[in-house]
Nanobody, 123 residues
């Protein structure tokens, strides 16, 4: 059974940084694409970033490109999202997702989700 557990969320001031982690059990990161999604109050869940099975390819939403960096440590079976220059509009619950796929025009989430971690950007 696949289990994804996010951590690292919290309250941060605008311009600050946070690093989210997603630890997986029951699934080896090297065999699957992995991704981060987020959902703000009253909005649909949206794609944030993805990383390929090998880690050689990454994909970012336009709203976070240049500020966020996705990575993974295969030995630890853990994925990360380094978030810099945070803005109030980044406030959301961030979810880890296993098995997403993407093309230049479409993104399809995988079937397995973590429970989410709250990120709040506010002064």
């Amino acid at each position: 059974q696949v289990q994804l557990v996010e951590s690292g969320g919290g309250l941060v001031q605008p311009g600050g940084s946070l690093r989210l982690s997603c630890a997986a059990s029951g699934r080896t990161f090297s065999n699957y694409n992995m991704g981060w999604f987020r959902q703000a109050p009253g909005k649909e869940r949206e794609f944030v970033a993805g990383i390929s099975r090998s880690g050689s390819n990454t994909n970012y939403a336009d709203s976070v490109r240049g500020r966020f960096t996705i990575s993974k440590d295969i030995a630890k079976n853990t994925m990360y999202l380094q978030m810099n220059s945070l803005k109030p509009e980044d406030t959301a619950v961030y979810y880890c997702n296993s098995g997403p796929s993407w093309t230049p025009t479409t993104i399809v989430p995988g079937n397995h989700w973590g429970q989410g971690t709250q990120v709040t950007v506010s002064s």
